[in-house]
Nanobody, 118 residues
Framework: QVRLVESGGGLVQAGGSLRLSCLASGSIFTINAMGWYRQAPGKQRELVAFIPLVGTTTYVDTVKGRFTVSRPSRNTVGLQMINLSPEDTAVYYC?????????????WGQGTQVTVSS
């Protein structure tokens, strides 16, 4: 089993920046892709960005150029967010998969709230 714990998040004004971090523990050598989903109130959870162990990063169109996903180590993933807008307000979830994709994560974090005020 793998446990994912997020940190970061909080309240920021529009145009501001935040950084999220996620640490995996447990059977970390089973993990391939790690990344981030988000769920805004009344909306479906969406994949924001992810990075496999080998390969390139992937971003949803709405965050390209503003968000950067990083993989400092095998069991950590970060999400640097700049130029935030109220539309980015959501609960952000760290996710991990045993495959190179993150369409169907095997593991989820508990979520961290990001609120962007206008």
């Amino acid at each position: 089993q793998v446990r994912l714990v997020e940190s970061g998040g909080g309240l920021v004004q529009a145009g501001g920046s935040l950084r999220l971090s996620c640490l995996a523990s447990g059977s970390i050598f089973t993990i391939n892709a790690m990344g981030w989903y988000r769920q805004a109130p009344g909306k479906q959870r969406e994949l924001v960005a992810f990075i496999p162990l080998v390969g390139t990063t992937t971003y949803v169109d709405t965050v390209k150029g503003r968000f950067t996903v990083s993989r400092p180590s095998r069991n950590t993933v970060g999400l640097q967010m700049i130029n935030l807008s109220p539309e980015d307000t959501a609960v952000y979830y760290c996710a991990a998969s045993v495959t190179a994709g993150l369409a169907n994560p095997n593991y989820w974090g508990q979520g961290t709230q990001v609120t962007v005020s206008s």
